[in-house]
Every structure is written in C-alpha cells, then in structure tokens.
C-alpha cells in the first residue's frame, strides 16, 4: 500500500516496494536459520540467571514505591536483580519459549501438536475449549501465536532499551561494559554488594524513602567493581 506503483496502474510496484520484497523474502532465511541461535541463548540465561531471579519478599518492596523510577533519590533494596529486571527475564524466558515452540511448528509444519494438550489442560479449570484440533488448526493457531507474542516482546524490549540507555544513569555504561559503579551499585542492589564483598547486609528499608542515598549523594565515587 505504502510502496505501491501509481493509481492509474496498480499493479505496478514501485522501487521501494521490490526493495521491501527482496530484503523480507532474503530475511526470512536468515530467521529460521538465526532462530536456533535465539534458542541456545535462551537456554545459556535460564542457565547462568534463574536462580537470582526467583521472587522474594523484596520484590514487593521494590514494587510498592515503583522501583525509584517515579521518585528522586527513592533506591529500595535489592540484590543483583531487582522486581524490574526479574520481571523482565520472565518475560524473555517465558516468552521466547513459547516463540521457540509455535517457531519450531511453523518450521516444521504439520508435525508438531502443541495447542490441543494446552486447551486440554485448561478445560480442567473450566474453559470449555475445543481439545481436538486438526493440524491445519495447529499450523493457524501457532502462526498467530508467533506472531501476537513476538510483537508484545518486542514493545517492552524497546521500553527495556530506553530503561537500559537514557531512563536510568549509569545503566548504559554497565550493560556496555559489565562493570558499575560501586556506588552506584549501593544505591540500586545494595544487598547484592554486601554480599559480593562479605559486609553485613544493609536493613532492608535502606534507600526505600531516600534519606541514605541523599546523605551519600556527596560521596566520593569508588572504583569500578
């Protein structure tokens, strides 16, 4: 519609339009082939990252003043990932997995039948769903999945990306580098600094109304760790 020719000959595509054509058709190769790449780094975080990311009584805390986002100089304790982050690596592991599933069933199509035992599952809770599914309601239902999970991901990996660069000072320079500021480091996860360094734990209120990160505020920054 965009790139299309003239409206007096609609059937002619313009450049744009062959351009558009040519890099989804190449592009599309390249997703199937760079997908299982997807899929063994899904695998590598749940791997290295679970176990910091199960939720805790923190989380709560954390939540209940929004994570500092919406207030000045408010840092609720946490340690090395606080309820934002987990939330996030929920997101991306329960997400990808699924875009892993109805991906590899578009993949390999009509082979694979992963909608009919979910329904089946749910109509023990009452949904009432039809269980048996024939396998072009597979190949349907795992194209809209696909599609409706991997647009969703991608609109909070962009409010991510901006949390990551511009929404929060000195994140951008440790996802760069994979080194913060100890300082910085206090204010945002200072349990998982204490713990790091072998120090008694900080209360668990510290940071959550602001006072104690407005008296370190004038602090000398430490070293990178």
């Known amino acids: 519609?965009?790139?299309?020719?003239?409206?007096?000959d609609p059937g002619q595509f313009g450049a744009l339009h062959e351009v558009f054509a040519a890099v989804t058709y190449y592009g599309k190769f390249v997703h199937n082939f760079v997908s299982f790449a997807f899929m063994a780094g899904l695998i590598l975080i749940i791997v290295l990252w679970v176990r910091d990311n199960i939720p805790n009584r923190l989380d709560l805390k954390w939540l209940?003043?929004?994570?500092?986002?919406?207030?000045?100089?408010?840092?609720?304790?946490?340690?090395?990932?606080?309820?934002?982050?987990?939330?996030?690596?929920?997101?991306?592991v329960l997400g990808g997995i699924s875009m892993s599933l109805s991906g590899l069933s578009l993949l390999l199509p009509f082979t694979l039948k992963l909608f009919g035992w979910?329904?089946?599952?749910?109509n023990f809770v009452g949904f009432g769903v039809p269980a048996e599914?024939?396998?072009?309601?597979?190949?349907?239902?795992s194209q809209l999945s696909h599609a409706l999970v991997s647009v969703a991901m991608t609109a909070l990996m962009i409010a991510h990306i901006y949390i990551g660069s511009l929404g929060m000072q000195g994140a951008f320079d440790a996802m760069g580098s994979g080194m913060v500021d100890e300082n910085w480091a206090r204010e945002?996860?200072?349990?998982?600094?204490?713990?790091?360094?072998?120090?008694?734990?900080?209360?668990?209120?510290h940071g959550a109304g602001g006072e104690e990160a407005k008296a370190d505020s004038g602090k000398e920054s430490p070293q990178t760790a």
């Not at 986002?69 to 606080?82: C, D, I, S």
């Not at 599914?133 to 239902?141: F, P």
């Not at 945002?188 to 120090?199: I, M, P, Q, R, T």
Request: hydrophobic letters at 50%; proline letters at 9%.
């Open 1 to 8: 519609y965009l790139f299309g020719g003239l409206p007096v």
């Open 64 to 92: 209940a003043v929004g994570g500092g986002l919406f207030r000045k100089n408010v840092h609720p304790p946490a340690k090395k990932f606080n309820a934002g982050q987990k939330f996030f690596f929920w997101i991306v």
């Open 118 to 122: 979910v329904f089946a599952v749910l």
């Open 133 to 141: 599914l024939t396998l072009i309601e597979e190949m349907q239902l």
């Open 188 to 205: 945002h996860h200072g349990l998982w600094v204490a713990e790091v360094k072998g120090e008694a734990p900080p209360p668990e209120d």
